[in-house]
């Protein structure tokens, strides 16, 4: 069983910055693909970025391409997504994600494990 908790959601200004962190329980974190997606109220919930494990293969969505940066750091069990140049439509819950399969993909519905989410605010 695999547990995604996030952290570091909050308030912020438009073009700030904010790091969101998600730490992994499990075994196998190391053989993962893991990912974030996001979603505004009204809205579905969106790809944002996803990271493979060995060769830490990364693809993100258009939207946030040149602006946020995942990571993972296998020892500590832990995934960041840094997100820079902040903007008001950036606002949503920000879920982690985790995926057995050996691939990266955008499609939600390929994803194992989802964490409960934290909140992003963008205000202009």
């Known amino acids: 069983q695999v547990q995604l908790v996030e952290s570091g959601g909050g308030l912020v200004q438009a073009g700030d910055s904010l790091r969101v962190s998600c730490l992994v329980s499990?075994?196998?974190?190391?053989?993962?693909?893991m990912g974030w997606f996001r979603q505004a109220p009204g809205k579905e919930r969106e790809f944002v970025a996803a990271?493979?494990?060995?060769?830490?293969?990364?693809n993100y969505a258009d939207s946030v391409k040149g602006r946020f940066i995942i990571s993972r750091d296998d020892a500590k069990k832990m995934v960041d997504l840094q997100m820079n140049s902040l903007k008001p439509e950036d606002a949503a819950v920000y879920y982690c994600?985790?995926?057995?399969?050996?691939?990266?993909?955008?499609?939600?519905?390929?994803?194992?494990?989802w964490g409960q989410g934290t909140q992003v605010t963008v205000s202009s």
């Open positions: 994600v985790a995926d057995q399969a050996l691939r990266i993909t955008a499609d939600p519905k390929k994803y194992d494990y």
């Open positions: 990271i493979s494990w060995g060769d830490k293969r990364t």
């Open positions: 499990g075994r196998t974190f190391r053989s993962y693909t």
